[in-house]
C-alpha cells in the first residue's frame, strides 16, 4: 500500500467542500447543506428506483410518481394495477410490490411519517440496510453508513485495499465507517455517491479532478483503477444457462422440484434452461413478459456456472412459495439468482451487503 497519511478530517472537509460547489442536481435533492426540506419519501423513492436503474432512466417515472402520488399516503392508497403500471419498465415488479406495502406501512403502522431512524427504516417491508442507512442520512441526518459499489470503489482506491472483492467488503465497510461523523451526515454520503459516479468512476478515473487526489493511496500508488481487486478467477470449466423467477399475483414464486438424478437431484430449484455453452437455445418455462434482472455466478466443484436471472409475472403448475421461504429452503445457487430478483439484491446491487 502506498503511504499516504490518513488525515480524516482534511478527507472530510475537502469532500464537503468539493460537495458543495459541485453537487449533481437532482429531482429528489435537497440543495447541499439544506437539510430542512429534505423529504423522507422523495429519499426513499429515488433510492428504491435508482436500486435497478440508472439517474436518467429513473428521473421522469420519478417526476411522475410525485405528481400522481405526492405524498407517501397518496401512494399508499392507490391502487396495486396502478402504481404497477407506472412502475413498467423500471425492472422487478416485486420491487413495486415492496413499495406499495413499504408505503401502506408507513401510512397505517406510522400515521404516514416515515421513522427517522436506521432501525425504524429497516423495519419496513422491502427495506434494505443500504436503503435504511441511505434514507436515515439523507433524510434524517443520522450518521449512517450508505456503502454501495460505488463507495466500496472510492474506498478500494483511497486506501490502496489489496484484499480482493468480495472478501474485503466488510473491510471496504469498515473504511467508510471510519469517515463518518456527526457533521453533515445526509451530505456526507451524497457527496461520496457523486464522487465515485461522476469522478471516481470504474474506468479512467478523473483523479485530476478529484478533490481527495492528495489523501489517495491508490493515486499514490500510480494505478488507482487497479482497485478494487477482483479475486482471481477460477479455472474451472464454465457454465451457461439461464434461471427463471416466476411470482404470481400474490408474489409467490414458482419453483420445481429438480430430478432425483443429477446435480442437486431431488431439490427444490428455480426453473432454468439446459446448463451448457452460451449458445444453447433458451425456452422459458411459462409464456410471460419475461425481463432479465442480470446475473449471477456460483462456483461448483466441477465447474463454474453464470446464470442469467429472467423475471416475469406468470401462472402455471409450479411449486408457489413466498420468497421469504424460497430464500431460506433454496440451495445456494438458485438463492442468489432469487435475491437478484426480488431485491436486485440488496445483498447484491449494493455491495455492503456480503
Ligand atoms: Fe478515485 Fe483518483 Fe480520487 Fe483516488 S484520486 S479517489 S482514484 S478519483
Given at each position: 500500500m502506498a503511504s499516504v497519511p490518513c488525515d480524516i478530517p482534511a478527507i472530510r472537509a475537502v469532500l464537503l467542500g468539493w460537495y458543495d460547489a459541485h453537487a449533481r442536481e437532482l429531482p429528489w435533492r435537497a440543495a447541499p447543506g439544506d437539510a430542512a426540506i429534505r423529504d423522507p419519501y422523495r429519499v426513499w423513492l429515488s433510492e428504491v428506483m435508482l436500486q435497478q436503474t440508472t439517474v436518467p432512466h429513473a428521473t421522469p417515472y420519478f417526476r411522475t410518481f410525485l405528481a400522481r402520488w405526492p405524498t407517501v399516503g397518496d401512494l399508499a392508497a392507490a391502487p396495486d394495477a396502478e402504481v404497477m403500471a407506472a412502475w413498467a419498465g423500471l425492472g422487478y415488479y416485486a420491487r413495486a410490490r415492496n413499495l406499495l406495502a413499504c408505503a401502506r406501512a408507513v401510512s397505517v403502522h406510522h400515521g404516514g411519517v416515515f421513522p427517522d431512524t436506521e432501525a425504524g427504516l429497516l423495519a419496513l417491508p422491502g427495506v434494505g440496510p443500504y436503503t435504511a442507512a441511505a434514507v436515515a442520512a439523507i433524510?434524517?441526518?443520522?450518521?449512517?453508513?450508505?456503502?454501495d459499489g460505488n463507495v466500496e470503489r472510492v474506498m478500494a482506491r483511497l486506501f490502496a485495499v489489496e484484499m480482493p472483492l468480495p472478501a474485503a467488503k466488510p473491510v471496504l465497510k469498515r473504511l467508510a465507517a471510519s469517515l463518518?461523523?456527526?457533521?453533515?451526515p445526509g451530505d456526507w454520503a451524497q457527496a461520496l455517491m457523486d464522487l465515485g459516479a461522476t469522478?471516481?468512476?470504474?474506468?479512467?478515473?478523473l483523479c485530476d479532478q478529484c478533490p481527495l487526489i492528495e489523501h489517495c493511496a491508490g493515486f499514490a500508488g500510480g494505478n488507482p483503477e487497479r482497485y478494487p481487486l477482483k479475486a482471481a478467477k477460477t479455472d474451472r470449466p464454465r457454465r451457461f444457462g439461464t434461471a427463471f423467477v416466476l411470482f404470481d399475483d400474490q408474489g409467490r414464486v414458482g419453483l420445481v422440484r429438480r430430478p432425483d438424478?443429477?446435480?442437486?437431484?431431488g431439490m427444490l430449484g428455480l426453473p432454468t434452461s439446459d446448463w451448457g455453452s452460451p449458445d444453447e437455445a433458451v425456452v422459458p418455462p411459462a409464456p410471460a413478459d419475461w425481463r432479465e434482472a442480470g446475473t449471477i455466478t456460483h462456483v461448483f466443484t466441477h465447474f463454474a456456472l453464470t446464470l442469467t436471472v429472467q423475471t416475469a409475472a406468470a401462472q402455471g403448475n409450479f411449486i408457489w412459495t413466498p420468497p421469504e421461504r424460497a430464500l431460506a429452503d433454496l440451495p445456494t445457487v438458485f438463492r442468489k439468482a432469487l435475491a437478484l430478483a426480488v431485491d436486485g439484491g440488496d445483498t447484491a446491487r449494493h455491495p455492503s451487503a456480503g
Amino acid at each position: 500500500m502506498a503511504s499516504v497519511p490518513c488525515d480524516i478530517p482534511a478527507i472530510r472537509a475537502v469532500l464537503l467542500g468539493w460537495y458543495d460547489a459541485h453537487a449533481r442536481e437532482l429531482p429528489w435533492r435537497a440543495a447541499p447543506g439544506d437539510a430542512a426540506i429534505r423529504d423522507p419519501y422523495r429519499v426513499w423513492l429515488s433510492e428504491v428506483m435508482l436500486q435497478q436503474t440508472t439517474v436518467p432512466h429513473a428521473t421522469p417515472y420519478f417526476r411522475t410518481f410525485l405528481a400522481r402520488w405526492p405524498t407517501v399516503g397518496d401512494l399508499a392508497a392507490a391502487p396495486d394495477a396502478e402504481v404497477m403500471a407506472a412502475w413498467a419498465g423500471l425492472g422487478y415488479y416485486a420491487r413495486a410490490r415492496n413499495l406499495l406495502a413499504c408505503a401502506r406501512a408507513v401510512s397505517v403502522h406510522h400515521g404516514g411519517v416515515f421513522p427517522d431512524t436506521e432501525a425504524g427504516l429497516l423495519a419496513l417491508p422491502g427495506v434494505g440496510p443500504y436503503t435504511a442507512a441511505a434514507v436515515a442520512a439523507i433524510a434524517f441526518e443520522r450518521p449512517a453508513n450508505v456503502v454501495d459499489g460505488n463507495v466500496e470503489r472510492v474506498m478500494a482506491r483511497l486506501f490502496a485495499v489489496e484484499m480482493p472483492l468480495p472478501a474485503a467488503k466488510p473491510v471496504l465497510k469498515r473504511l467508510a465507517a471510519s469517515l463518518i461523523a456527526d457533521d453533515r451526515p445526509g451530505d456526507w454520503a451524497q457527496a461520496l455517491m457523486d464522487l465515485g459516479a461522476t469522478v471516481c468512476r470504474p474506468r479512467m478515473p478523473l483523479c485530476d479532478q478529484c478533490p481527495l487526489i492528495e489523501h489517495c493511496a491508490g493515486f499514490a500508488g500510480g494505478n488507482p483503477e487497479r482497485y478494487p481487486l477482483k479475486a482471481a478467477k477460477t479455472d474451472r470449466p464454465r457454465r451457461f444457462g439461464t434461471a427463471f423467477v416466476l411470482f404470481d399475483d400474490q408474489g409467490r414464486v414458482g419453483l420445481v422440484r429438480r430430478p432425483d438424478k443429477g446435480l442437486l437431484g431431488g431439490m427444490l430449484g428455480l426453473p432454468t434452461s439446459d446448463w451448457g455453452s452460451p449458445d444453447e437455445a433458451v425456452v422459458p418455462p411459462a409464456p410471460a413478459d419475461w425481463r432479465e434482472a442480470g446475473t449471477i455466478t456460483h462456483v461448483f466443484t466441477h465447474f463454474a456456472l453464470t446464470l442469467t436471472v429472467q423475471t416475469a409475472a406468470a401462472q402455471g403448475n409450479f411449486i408457489w412459495t413466498p420468497p421469504e421461504r424460497a430464500l431460506a429452503d433454496l440451495p445456494t445457487v438458485f438463492r442468489k439468482a432469487l435475491a437478484l430478483a426480488v431485491d436486485g439484491g440488496d445483498t447484491a446491487r449494493h455491495p455492503s451487503a456480503g
